[in-house]
């Protein structure tokens, strides 16, 4: 099993980003996707959600109306469109997996091993 984050990289303020995740080795389809995130001296924090078939996605309060969550089943590939970014989104960004309807990280049975996202002028 193998979920590979890329896509971080340094923003300014206002900036976008699209973070992206290959999955590998498990029924991609069959799993809730999720983003987590965990910023520098913090604990990690759920981003966002979508569901096995896709669909609208749901967000945090911190980041609604400015990330989507998007997926590519026959691909394997989980998406975060984030865009108006803040520096309060510097974090290290995580995608998970797991088959139940939850954002609890201790219910998430893959991890990505997370690519970094910077927003500073």
């Known amino acids: 099993v193998q979920l590979q984050a890329y896509g971080g990289g340094l923003v300014e303020p206002g900036g976008s980003l699209r973070l992206s995740c290959a999955a590998s080795g498990f029924a991609f389809a069959d799993y809730t996707m999720s983003w987590f995130r965990q910023a520098p001296g913090k604990g990690p924090k759920w981003v966002s959600s979508?569901?096995?078939?896709?669909?609208?996605?749901i967000y945090a309060e911190s980041v609604k109306g400015r990330f989507t969550i998007s997926r590519d089943n026959a691909n394997k590939v989980l998406y975060l469109q984030m865009d108006s970014l803040k520096p309060d989104d510097t974090a290290v960004y995580y995608c998970?997996?797991?088959?139940?309807?939850?954002?609890?990280?201790?219910?998430?049975?893959?991890w990505g091993q997370g690519t970094l996202v910077t927003v500073s002028s």
């Open positions: 998970a997996a797991t088959n139940m309807p939850t954002i609890l990280e201790d219910d998430y049975l893959y």
């Open positions: 979508i569901g096995k078939d896709g669909g609208a996605g």
